[in-house]
């Protein structure tokens, strides 16, 4: 999500991670698995099938795998029980794959969701294990921690699926971010249009700061967690078919 200031919802989800952070104390088993950012890849034993990671670019990506007429529907902060069946339940109406940028206690929380947003053809994004929009003020072995503990959390939830992309909490982005999520084969994931849902304006509001801001570029932030996401459910039912109607073609950041 994009950067605001202080969220109830958000102190929860502190809260929840608190555990997380205290045993990681500042490192992860996963930072000293994936050793020096700038080392080999290695294999990932924690985290589904055994396999080579492949890096991928360390810049920030927002462009989209469909080119011109492009848009990547990116989905934030969940999975949560009230909110994303429904999103689902949308993008499975109008037949549009999104990217889902999940928090590693909501994943950690409720995996047959995150399996749901999986077996339905949607890809996997980690936004970190606490959604700290100050990790960029914090430590290496912080970020760490908060990027490597939220890819384990997501990957066991999802079966073994790892996600694609790492999206720092609030763009809360450091070269440090950028490389180790990069070496893990996670791209950093920004985007171009924030639909400010989060801030709950009306669906109408929703809807015209998307179309509005569309111009600035193809990956477009909502939300299916952090309260009530029903604006959001009722923007995206009527922006998806508008937008195909005008002419754009749904797809996936580029990796």
């Known amino acids: 999500m994009a950067r ?15 555990g997380v952070t205290l045993l990681a104390a500042g490192a992860s088993m996963w930072t000293a698995q994936a050793g020096a950012v700038g080392s080999s890849p290695k294999t990932s034993t924690s985290a589904g099938p055994a396999r080579a990671v492949k890096p991928v670019d360390v810049t920030i990506v927002h ?30 109406e109008y037949g549009v794959k999104a990217t889902f940028c999940m928090v590693g206690t909501q994943a950690q929380a409720h995996p047959d ?29 912080y970020q760490s921690q908060q ?8 990957t066991e939830a999802s079966g073994g699926v790892r996600p694609m992309y790492y999206r720092a909490p609030g763009g809360a982005f450091t ?7 990069a070496s893990r084969g996670m791209r950093p994931l920004g985007w171009n249009v924030d639909s400010k849902d ?14 509005h801001e569309l111009p600035n570029g193809p990956t ?4 299916d967690a952090g309260g009530d996401r029903a604006e959001t459910v009722q923007a995206l039912r009527e922006l998806l078919p508008r937008l195909r109607d005008q002419g754009y073609v749904f ?4 990796r």
């Open 4 to 18: 605001h200031g202080g969220r109830g919802w958000y102190g929860k989800v502190l809260g929840a991670a608190l």
């Open 175 to 181: 070269p440090y971010s950028r490389k180790l999520a």
């Open 220 to 223: 477009i932030l909502f939300h």
């Open 63 to 92: 462009a989209s795998d469909k080119g011109a007429h492009g848009v990547n529907i990116t989905i934030d902060d969940g999975p949560d029980p009230a909110w994303t069946p429904q999103v689902l339940d949308v993008l499975r």
């Open 147 to 154: 990027i490597l503990d939220a890819e384990r959390m997501i």
């Open 251 to 254: 797809g996936f950041p580029v």
């Open 198 to 211: 989060f801030e709950r304006p009306g669906t109408a509001a929703i809807v015209a700061t998307v179309e």
């Open 113 to 141: 969701l995150v399996k749901k947003v999986v077996a339905a053809g949607h890809r996997l994004c980690d936004h970190s294990v606490s959604h700290d929009t100050t990790m960029d003020k914090k430590s290496e072995a």
